[in-house]
């Protein structure tokens, strides 16, 4: 029988460190002139959107598409035609519009509709090109990802039922993806059955299996090892319904404010796992392990900060983040786990 009650895996001793010494003045020395420059670069830079850039790298490797060799003979067109856009490319974001190429045009795609945008997406479309082909289905696809209800779980990265609705609103149109944040085929022939009358006016009988199709030629390793347990997913999926509500420092409420440490102590005892309440006495429950092994569920310890965030199973993080309005603080998805290196894992579920 399992043992849920988690803190008789904790230690009696808790950790004690000295608070670092920070100087009174960190820019002693500087001119007047400088310290004004570097704090309106400070102030007004958004270290969010930075911190995604620089992840980039560490997931791009993570991501590969099964494709024919025609189809992925169009690679650098895919990158030429995303690089004319204003929207940022990944490894990730070409290796899905390979994948979306395979399944709309098939091994041998045809060279002046690669897409076959003309079949299924716009059949009064004229004078295509391989280029117009790509930049339609690309539009669409970050369309999709745009109006998706819960953005921040959309990832071009990770292989999910949230990335396979957004995937599938592209034949089906935004409005699909507004209205279902997960796909499955049910909920694809639903909204066909609801909306059939205006894609027999256009005359096209849409791919309802597009989430599917490309899930499963659109290969994603997760960064942090793996997504784990089905109870450690679980655990995952009602922490980020979550997302969006306020921080507040010693709170205990999931929906009207929390901590860090009083959100995860609060997630896990919905599942019947009793927590203590700050991050020093959580550091010390569950079993150790390193980032490479981590998963869905487990936890992730920064000790200098006192920060404690749920692993997601994609690289990423939910957690109680700070007072600022969301999506800078309270509840919320964390692209990069490492983005403040961290201290120590811990598996909570065995």
Known sequence: MKHKIIALLCSVAILFSSAPVYAADPFKGWNEENKENVWAIMETTDWSKMQDFLTLDTINNTVSADVSSTVRGYEAEVRRVINSTDIAISDGLVE???????????NNPPTDDPYKVKEWIDPSASNM??????????YKLDSARRVHPEPDKVSYFVNSD?????????ILGTR???????YSLDSANAYYQTHKAEFDQKGITPILTLGNDVAAIYKTTNTSGG???AEG?????????????????????????????????QVYAHFGYSLPRTTFEQ?????????????????????????VMILTGDGGAVHASN????????????????????????????
């Open 96 to 106: 899905l519009m390979l994948a979306l190429m395979q399944v709309m045009g098939g």
């Open 162 to 170: 949230e990335l396979r609705s957004v995937v599938q609103g592209v």
């Open 323 to 350: 007072s600022a309005p969301y999506p800078k603080g309270g509840i919320k998805y964390t692209q990069n786990a490492l983005y403040s290196g961290y201290d120590a894992i811990r598996r909570i579920i065995q």
């Open 227 to 229: 997504i784990g347990s």
């Open 129 to 138: 090109t391989a280029e117009k082909s790509i930049r339609k289905v690309l």
């Open 283 to 307: 550091i010390n429950c569950g079993v150790g392990i390193t980032f490479e092994e981590s998963q869905a569920g487990d936890l992730i310890f920064n000790h200098n900060v006192g920060h």
């Open 176 to 182: 699909y993806t507004q209205e279902n944040a997960k």
């Open 233 to 265: 997913k679980a655990v995952v999926e009602y922490a980020m319904q979550f997302i969006g509500n306020p921080y507040v420092y010693g709170g205990n409420s999931l929906t009207n404010g929390i901590d860090c440490s009083g959100f995860t102590q």
